[in-house]
């Protein structure tokens, strides 16, 4: 039974995911069919709600962008909402008979991704947001995790994830590293230090808001579709919201030929009528689309943008006296980011010393989880056959012993205490155990031995002074090596002398 967090969710514009901690180690929660889902809402008749892909929410929200263009009948479907968190933007749900808030959509995908665990109740989360959220996002965020059902909510800064599931997964033994996070709809940059100690430390970030894969897909929907359609079709009706509305339908085309292009050269933006589109201009004729595409056409649509996240990246080098030659990796976070185009771009003005050994789509997720290992849950649920332990102690250490402190919760524990009770404590390779007497009333100071720079479990074996088993909460601990790093103040503070 777990006493840490333990779960940890990336609650992303275009894209979430969920990571839990076994055995020392973040796996990321899936339901069989794929490791992240969309953002996306869909609010059906009778209020039923959908979140994610896989024919739900993300397929209803194109089939009802395309009707609300062609009869004018307002969509019950939404994504990029993370952009408008603590905004004053609500939502129109003609289905749910009210409007609906930025916060309550993000709660929908938090449910969602709890409702992939169903072995355990999850009450208490990490969810990450990015490091130039100011105060109030980061407290929408908040709420919108009560609204989800958990009763805690913790927050961390995504570059700080990220660093986390790197030192774990490349397991890079030193240097100096630029987190590049370049997600759905924002952007993100850290430069940070580990030192041959272990120690990491997040010098500086940088960042926009209102910087990310939305601006892409609308660039190549502005230089390249439209321009297509304007030249083959009549569309002088659609004009002011029509002209918006059209550039949204055509959205999810530019997205898909994005995504082919990161893993081949030239991609046909093929589609058809009835099969991809169900438009029709002003002269009644179907609209289709025939354009060749390439990755040389898209670096010319997307450079840019591009530069636009390289150049924050630059200044937080430059801002900090550094250049290329002093990055020992660069960290690439986000579907974005695995773009050829993208990549040969930033090796060219920042450094070629990418590093793609880890996965730049669930990296995030999982250094939540890492970090969720490291905070206290809420108290579990107690039967009545259960010892609870009071058990404190650092579990991100880079030492290689440490102490806990372990006593019975003679108030929390429901079942009868035995008059001698031995705690034996075995780490999970079996290569070191202690034991020790305990009791409800005084504190028991145990040292533990660690493997060094891999993660260490323990597992509880609670007996009494006839040899029997007591069933103990927790059973296990579990000590990762790392050291988890503060985040940098991203906004300016002004103290005001009143004389």
Same mark, same amino acid.
């Given at each position: 039974?777990?006493?840490?967090?333990?779960?940890?969710?990336?609650?992303?514009?275009?894209?979430?995911?969920?990571?839990?901690?076994?055995?020392?180690?973040?796996?990321?929660?899936?339901?069989?069919?794929?490791?992240?889902?969309?953002?996306? *809402?869909?609010?059906?008749?009778?209020?039923?709600?959908? #979140?994610?892909?896989?024919?739900?929410?993300?397929?209803?929200?194109?089939?009802?962008?395309?009707?609300?263009?062609?009869?004018?009948?307002?969509?019950?479907?939404?994504?990029?909402?993370?952009?408008?968190?603590?905004?004053?933007?609500?939502?129109?749900?003609?289905?749910?008979?009210?409007?609906?808030?930025?916060?309550?959509?993000?709660?929908?995908?938090?449910?969602?991704?709890?409702?992939?665990?169903?072995?355990?109740?999850?009450?208490?989360?990490?969810?990450?947001?990015?490091?130039?959220?100011?105060?109030?996002?980061?407290?929408?965020?908040?709420?919108?995790?009560?609204?989800?059902?958990?009763?805690?909510?913790?927050?961390?800064?995504?570059?700080?994830?990220?660093?986390?599931?790197?030192?774990?997964?490349?397991?890079?033994?030193?240097?100096?590293?630029?987190?590049?996070?370049?997600?759905?709809?924002?952007?993100?940059?850290?430069?940070?230090?580990?030192?041959?100690?272990?120690?990491?430390?997040?010098?500086?970030?940088?960042?926009?808001?209102?910087?990310?894969?939305?601006?892409?897909?609308?660039?190549? #929907?502005?230089?390249?579709?439209?321009?297509?359609?304007?030249?083959?079709?009549?569309?002088?009706?659609?004009?002011?919201?029509?002209?918006?509305?059209?550039?949204?339908?055509?959205?999810?085309?530019?997205?898909?030929?994005?995504?082919?292009?990161?893993?081949?050269?030239?991609?046909?933006?093929?589609?058809?009528?009835?099969?991809?589109?169900?438009?029709?201009?002003?002269?009644?004729?179907?609209?289709?689309?025939?354009?060749?595409?390439?990755?040389?056409?898209?670096?010319?649509?997307?450079?840019?943008?591009?530069?636009?996240?390289?150049?924050?990246?630059?200044?937080?080098?430059?801002?900090?006296?550094?250049?290329?030659?002093?990055?020992?990796?660069?960290?690439?976070?986000?579907?974005?980011?695995?773009?050829?185009?993208?990549?040969?771009?930033?090796?060219?003005?920042?450094?070629?010393?990418?590093?793609?050994?880890?996965?730049?789509?669930?990296?995030?997720?999982?250094?939540?989880?890492?970090?969720?290992?490291?905070?206290?849950?809420?108290?579990?649920?107690?039967?009545?056959?259960?010892?609870?332990?009071?058990?404190?102690?650092?579990?991100?250490?880079?030492?290689?012993?440490?102490?806990?402190? #372990?006593?019975?919760?003679?108030?929390?524990?429901?079942?009868?205490?035995?008059?001698?009770?031995?705690?034996?404590?075995?780490?999970?390779?079996?290569?070191?155990?202690?034991?020790?007497?305990?009791?409800?009333?005084?504190?028991?100071?145990?040292?533990?031995?660690?493997?060094?720079?891999?993660?260490?479990?323990?597992?509880?074996?609670? *007996?009494?002074?006839?040899?029997?088993?007591?069933?103990?909460?927790?059973?296990?601990?579990?000590?990762?090596?790392?050291?988890?790093?503060?985040?940098?103040?991203?906004?300016?503070?002004?103290?005001?002398?009143?004389?």
């Amino acid at each position: 039974m777990r006493t840490k967090i333990d779960f940890g969710i990336d609650l992303g514009t275009t894209n979430s995911a969920i990571a839990r901690m076994e055995n020392g180690k973040p796996m990321i929660v899936t339901t069989g069919r794929a490791d992240i889902i969309p953002s996306c *809402v869909a609010i059906q008749k009778e209020g039923r709600i959908l #979140v994610g892909g896989n024919g739900r929410a993300k397929t209803i929200y194109d089939q009802e962008k395309e009707k609300e263009l062609r009869d004018g009948t307002k969509p019950n479907s939404f994504i990029e909402f993370k952009r408008e968190m603590a905004n004053p933007k609500i939502y129109q749900s003609t289905n749910l008979g009210r409007d609906i808030t930025p916060e309550e959509l993000s709660a929908e995908v938090l449910k969602t991704l709890k409702s992939f665990v169903t072995t355990e109740k999850l009450n208490s989360i990490v969810v990450t947001v990015p490091a130039k959220f100011n105060i109030a996002q980061k407290q929408a965020t908040i709420n919108a995790g009560k609204l989800a059902g958990f009763e805690l909510v913790v927050l961390l800064e995504e570059p700080v994830a990220a660093c986390l599931a790197y030192n774990m997964e490349a397991q890079q033994k030193k240097g100096t590293w630029l987190v590049f996070d370049f997600g759905g709809g924002t952007f993100d940059a850290a430069l940070v230090k580990k030192d041959d100690d272990g120690m990491m430390k997040i010098v500086d970030t940088g960042g926009d808001n209102e910087l990310g894969g939305k601006d892409l897909d609308l660039a190549i #929907v502005d230089k390249l579709i439209l321009p297509y359609i304007i030249k083959n079709y009549n569309l002088s009706s659609f004009k002011g919201d029509r002209a918006e509305l059209l550039r949204f339908v055509m959205k999810r085309f530019a997205e898909d030929a994005k995504i082919a292009l990161t893993f081949q050269q030239s991609t046909d933006l093929l589609k058809t009528y009835p099969g991809d589109i169900n438009l029709k201009d002003d002269d009644g004729k179907d609209l289709c689309l025939n354009i060749d595409f390439n990755q040389d056409i898209l670096h010319n649509l997307l450079e840019p943008i591009h530069q636009r996240a390289i150049d924050l990246a630059l200044k937080v080098l430059e801002k900090n006296n550094l250049n290329k030659k002093d990055l020992d990796a660069i960290i690439l976070v986000g579907g974005p980011t695995l773009s050829p185009v993208f990549q040969k771009m930033i090796k060219a003005q920042i450094s070629d010393t990418i590093d793609t050994s880890v996965n730049a789509m669930s990296i995030v997720a999982k250094g939540a989880a890492l970090f969720a290992s490291t905070k206290d849950g809420l108290p579990p649920d107690v039967g009545d056959k259960e010892v609870v332990l009071d058990v404190k102690y650092e579990s991100a250490t880079i030492e290689p012993d440490t102490y806990i402190n #372990v006593k019975i919760n003679k108030e929390k524990t429901k079942a009868t205490l035995p008059e001698k009770v031995t705690l034996i404590i075995e780490r999970g390779d079996k290569g070191f155990n202690v034991q020790q007497e305990i009791n409800t009333n005084k504190v028991s100071l145990i040292e533990l031995q660690l493997n060094v720079g891999v993660n260490n479990v323990f597992n509880f074996l609670l *007996v009494d002074d006839m040899g029997n088993n007591v069933v103990c909460v927790p059973n296990s601990i579990s000590f990762i090596p790392i050291d988890i790093p503060d985040a940098t103040n991203n906004y300016n503070i002004g103290i005001e002398i009143w004389d």
